[in-house]
């Protein structure tokens, strides 16, 4: 019962300290490069501090599905359409509706054009997807939310847009 407490106490300080990031599971060396990501987009909490960083494109309004919601889109035009991906640059932060009005922080979301790389990428051990939609390898981290789903799942049962 006691090391059953301790390991329950352990987990919650690790989610607490590291966010969702901890919980992943994986190597030492991805959850590193998530807390590198954590790091690199606390700032972007504030909305108007990431449009003034470049992510200043509203791409989508608040997007939701029977699977869960994503949020409202927010684009960097210079990380869009260059064929690369930096693990502390996401092409995208996507943000929710909070209880004041406004808009929170919940995810990040890299983009790589098909026409631009033909072959999916990989970040974080986790390879992109294809959607179809935009003709595009994507992949969703939810860094600031938690998601019941996965940590790289594309919906969030944990975000609504109403």
Same mark, same amino acid.
């Given at each position: ?8 106490? $352990? ?13 992943? /599971?994986?190597?030492?060396? %991805? ?20 449009? !003034? ?5 509203? =791409? ?7 699977? %869960?919601?994503?949020?409202? @889109?927010? *684009?960097?035009? !210079? ?5 690369? #991906?930096?693990? =502390? ?12 009005? /406004?808009?929170?922080?919940? $995810? ?14 990989? =970040?974080? /051990?986790?390879?992109? @997807?294809?959607?179809? *939609? ?5 992949? @969703? #981290?939810?860094?600031?939310? *938690?998601?019941?789903? *996965?940590?790289? $799942? !594309? ?6 847009? !109403?």
């Amino acid at each position: 019962m006691a090391t059953s407490t301790s390991l329950s106490a $352990a987990l919650v300080l690790a989610a607490m300290i590291y966010g969702p990031a901890a919980l992943a /599971g994986g190597d030492a060396r %991805g959850n590193a490069d998530l807390r590198d990501l954590r790091l690199a987009t606390a700032a972007f909490h504030s909305l108007q501090t990431a449009n !003034d960083a470049g992510w200043d494109v509203q =791409l989508t309004e608040c997007l939701s599905s029977p699977e %869960g919601g994503m949020g409202y @889109h927010y *684009g960097n035009g !210079d990380l869009l359409f260059d064929d690369g #991906v930096d693990a =502390l640059r996401p092409e995208v932060l996507v943000y929710a509706p909070s209880a004041n009005g /406004g808009k929170r922080l919940v $995810a990040v979301e890299y983009i790589v054009f098909t026409e631009l790389q033909p072959n999916p990428p990989t =970040l974080f /051990g986790q390879e992109f @997807h294809l959607n179809p *939609g935009i003709d595009a390898w994507v992949l @969703h #981290v939810w860094l600031w939310q *938690g998601n019941p789903s *996965g940590l790289f $799942a !594309d919906w969030n049962p944990a975000v609504r847009c !109403d």
